[in-house]
């Protein structure tokens, strides 16, 4: 099917899955989950074929990791898309309303964008987890995963379509883009698509930005730091700064930058050094550093660089006023994190560090709509309007003005002795 085809019956699908109600979509997504379960196997079969595919194209070990979609990798996508259903229903929720006079009410209510297209890695959960979030919010959606997931996606695209239709909802509200020339199609037709969502480097992101009219919210590079603070806890700070960099590596919320207070330098350093040595970390630390423990030497670049593997540079600061200067020239605005037992200190970095996620003693790995309790997510957003951070169903809903009336025309409340509003704020719900 052409893409434009594809977007324009998208379009009139998301019409219809606008309007249906939330426990049809409910029902779907336990359909999607059951379909997952039984047809396991088939899924596993598509996904050795991508597997072999990318060894013998030689993809590097972390994009591999990402790509394997096994027995756990479905079994918890199972149990994301359980957690999504007992979400309340986010369509046609009254966010405000006003009296504007007597029986002239004014109501805000929620409703989904419309057509998002979404172009993301070679994570085939990734598919299920935008998809599925599409559908509770009643978002029609079309996708483009990487090449190296193609059978994959094809199988889990197909399973998911299947499973929507058989709950009643509207052929056509998904899509699968395969080429970049779909894309390139895509970003053409800012008349049928309302948002596209990027996920990947910078220079993507920008590449989208520079080619379409459409809206687009992106996604960035992930270069996220963990600051040890001179008012740490050593053990803890060990801890997070392990997991945050370790407990998956190929990530966009792992940390790749460690900054360090020179108080506490001494006494972290060669902890850090040997639990990291434990998990083949390589560190590349500043001079400084280097006075303390053995590393290779950090350059520009290391600051500026999303390793996504076992790789994390090392900078011992002076203050926690240069931590956060650091932060905020060299990372993307996506997460980062500073351990420190002083209150007022952790204060401090939140309100100025300019990022997505701030977070305090805590890993950057909780930086996840899932863990958040979004039921999923479309992905991390570096931007400041619309959604940013996680971007769960919130970030998929927008509203609309509902004005309801008895014969009320504006004529009656301009000019001379013309009737006044009352703006009054009411407590009910739009029915």
């Known amino acids: ?42 899924i596993k079969t598509a996904n050795q074929r991508d597997l072999h595919k990318a060894q013998v194209e030689h993809l590097s070990a972390p994009l591999l990791k990402r790509l394997k979609f096994d027995q756990s990798k479905i079994l918890e996508t199972c149990e994301g898309l359980e957690s999504l259903r007992r979400i309340p229903d986010p ?19 929620s409703c989904p964008i ?27 959606v079309l996708l483009k995963g990487g090449r190296e997931a193609a059978h994959t996606n ?37 008349h049928t698509i309302d948002l596209v969502i990027p996920r ?24 996220c730091h963990v600051y040890v603070d001179k008012k740490a806890d050593i053990d803890m700070a060990i801890r997070i ?9 190929s990530v966009c919320n792992a940390a790749e930058t460690l900054l360090v207070h020179k108080d506490l330098a001494q006494d972290f350093l060669p902890g850090i050094q040997s639990a990291l040595d ?3 970390v390589e560190i590349r630390g500043c001079e400084q ?13 290391d600051w500026q660089t999303e390793y996504l593997d076992n790789i994390l540079s090392i900078k011992i600061v002076d203050t926690l006023e240069q931590a956060i200067e650091h932060i905020n020239f060299y990372g993307s605005g996506h997460t980062d994190v500073i351990v420190s037992q002083d209150k007022q200190r952790a204060d401090i970095f939140m309100r100025l560090v300019d990022t997505a996620d701030a977070m305090v003693n805590c890993s950057s790995r909780f930086s996840d709509g899932f863990r958040f309790g979004l039921g999923a997510e479309v992905g991390i957003s570096t931007n400041k309007i619309h959604a940013r951070g996680p971007v769960g169903m919130e970030g998929l809903m927008i509203y609309q003005w509902r004005l309801i009336g008895n014969g009320h025309i504006v004529s009656d409340y301009t000019g001379k002795g013309s009737k006044p509003f009352t703006h009054k704020p009411l407590q009910q719900e739009y029915k």
């Open 1 to 42: 099917m052409k893409i434009q085809q594809m977007a324009e019956t998208a379009k009139t699908a998301g019409i219809r899955l606008a309007a249906s109600d939330g426990a049809s979509r409910d029902k779907a997504l336990a359909l999607i989950a059951k379909a997952l379960r039984e047809n396991e196997s088939e």
């Open 91 to 109: 369509v046609g929720k009254t966010l405000c309303a006003t009296e504007l006079d007597t029986g002239l009410e004014l109501f805000k209510v």
């Open 114 to 140: 419309g057509v998002i297209g979404v172009i993301f890695e070679s994570r085939p959960d990734a598919l299920v987890q935008i998809s599925s979030l599409c559908l509770k919010s009643g978002n029609a």
């Open 154 to 190: 094809r199988a889990l695209a197909d399973l998911i379509s299947a499973a929507a239709r058989q709950a009643g909802i509207p052929d056509g509200w998904i899509g699968l883009m395969e080429t970049r020339t779909d894309v390139q199609e895509l970003l053409g037709l800012d």
């Open 200 to 223: 990947g480097s910078n220079a993507f992101v920008k590449h989208i930005m520079d080619n379409t009219r459409i809206p687009v919210l992106g996604h960035a590079d992930g270069i």
């Open 241 to 249: 700064t392990v997991d945050s960099k370790c407990q998956y590596v």
């Open 278 to 280: 434990a998990r083949n």
């Open 289 to 301: 550093t280097a006075g303390y423990i053995d590393v290779i030497p950090a350059t520009e670049k």
